[in-house]
């Protein structure tokens, strides 16, 4: 992780900034797109809770189905 990104290293604002800046893939003028589900994500960073990193892996997950551990369809499971 990059040591200028650490809730140690910078502000509340400058976390939020960060945030918004990523969400919303860096194009100028569209920080009203990022969705507030997704700002929640991210939330504990803003508010010195917790690293990027981990906000990023929370991020991530809320991406995986919940099915994605069962076979995939036509195949029983068994090894064979």
Do not use: H, K, W
């Not at 976390?15 to 929640?40: K, P, T």
């Not at 906000?55 to 189905?65: D, L, M």
């Amino acid at each position: 992780m990059l040591e200028s990104l650490l809730v140690a290293n910078t502000t509340r604002e400058e976390r939020e900034r960060i945030v918004v800046q990523a969400l919303s893939g860096g194009e100028v003028g569209c920080e009203d797109c990022v969705s507030e589900q997704d700002y929640a994500l991210y939330q504990p960073y803003i508010d010195g809770e917790m690293e990027l990193d981990e906000a990023t892996r929370r991020f991530r997950a809320s991406f995986v189905r919940e099915d994605m551990d069962r076979p995939p369809r036509g195949e029983c499971g068994f090894a064979r």
